[in-house]
């Protein structure tokens, strides 16, 4: 059979099963065209971001309690958060007869340039790009990053446009009871705001895709419970700390909070060009994420940390930086990242990159530990 007939029987086959609002395989949008006979091309994405490296240092990332994850392993990181997006997603995608394997893409990529030490790394990243004078740090633009230039030995990993637009739009800190997609966003779209991010200014992207949508969405249901529970194990919580509201209507268990927001936007989306909650589940979804945000984020054995991380970070970023310009080829940074880019690369990267944006990289690229080892190594 000629090849191209077999990919587009295969591709036919599949999109014939899909809801009129999910996203085409035969549509999908890449730089440069590949082709596999058995699998379509969000599963090619699927698979890239699966067997990078960066999917693999999820694993030693903290989701948001870090003190405690060299003590209590069932703790969520960052490795566990992606999966549970990617399952919670994937359930609401399947009801909605949705594209699985964009839902799948997205959601395994969507934190790859996460810090490490969660969002209080991505903080303080994020001051010691405004004391340079450089484009701050967000990770869903970092990740955009590694996907497009730094993976790979830095040829990037060639995703389509739906998988590379929904990881950078799949912030799920806002609150939104209903999202539809931007069905008309173009590449500029995505180069203007991470330029405007990166300047600091207000800015609000929305995904191209109902998968993407559902990604979003689902990135605060896997986190809202699950943060919730881990803060109990440690005695940060307890279960009747909860309001009881919030009880009353999602749950007071990670599962039943799962299941009462996947359950009610199932109900609510099911045949819509959009994703969206009741308003009263709505309501006590922000009620939590809200309760979460002044007793766990704010707590103040937490906050007491970062104040110890933060001096490390400046610390690093600050040696690594006179390494780089000083050329100092025995440093970690050109051994264990700028050499990595592969062949003849490292010295392409450098002339690319200001010295500060290749240090970012290096910070943000590592895991919890490995930074600990490295600050502690240069302390001695």
Not at 180 to 189: H, T, V, W
Request: proline share 3%; aromatic share 10%; glycine share 4%.
């Amino acid at each position: 059979m000629d090849e191209n007939k077999f990919k587009k029987e295969i591709l036919d086959f599949e999109d014939n099963y899909l809801s009129p609002y999910a996203a085409r395989n035969k549509d999908a949008q890449r730089k440069h065209p590949t082709f596999h006979p058995f699998r379509g091309p969000y599963a090619r994405d699927r698979d890239h971001i699966l067997y990078s490296g960066s999917f693999r240092r999820y694993v030693g990332k903290t989701q948001v309690i870090y003190f405690a994850a060299s003590f209590d392993e069932q703790l969520s990181n960052r490795s566990i958060h992606t999966l549970q997006v990617s399952q919670i997603a994937r359930s609401i995608g399947k009801a909605l007869k949705l594209n699985l394997e964009l839902i799948e893409a997205i959601a395994l990529g969507h934190d790859l340039g996460h810090t490490p030490f969660g969002h209080d790394g991505e903080e303080i990243l994020q001051d010691i790009c405004r004391k340079r004078k450089i484009d701050l740090f967000f990770h869903n633009v970092h990740s955009l990053r590694i996907v497009d230039k730094l993976a790979n030995a830095c040829r990037g990993m060639n995703l389509t446009f739906a998988v590379r637009d929904g990881i950078l739009s799949h912030d799920g800190e806002i609150n939104e009871r209903c999202l539809s997609p931007y069905r008309d966003k173009q590449e500029a779209d995505l180069l203007s705001y991470c330029q405007k991010k990166g300047k600091g200014e207000k800015v609000y992207t929305i995904p191209s895709t109902l998968e993407g949508c559902v990604v979003r969405m689902s990135d605060a249901i896997a986190y809202v419970g699950q943060d919730f529970e881990d803060a109990i194990r440690i005695n940060i919580l307890r279960k009747e700390d909860l309001p009881e509201k919030i009880k009353k209507d999602l749950g007071e268990r990670n599962t039943d909070i799962i299941n009462a927001l996947v359950t009610d936007i199932i109900v609510n989306s099911h045949n819509q060009d959009q994703i969206s909650y009741s308003p009263e589940i709505a309501q006590r979804l922000f009620e939590l994420k809200e309760f979460n945000a002044e007793r766990i984020y704010k707590n103040p054995r937490l906050k007491a940390k970062k104040t110890r991380f933060k001096a490390a970070f400046e610390y690093l970023f600050c040696l690594f930086l006179e390494d780089i310009k000083r050329k100092n080829e025995d440093s970690l940074i050109f051994r264990e990242w700028i050499f990595n880019r592969g062949e003849n690369k490292g010295a392409q990267y450098l002339k690319e990159n200001l010295p500060e944006q290749v240090v970012i990289d290096y910070i943000a690229s590592m895991t919890d530990r490995y930074f600990y080892n490295t600050f502690r190594r240069y302390q001695k």
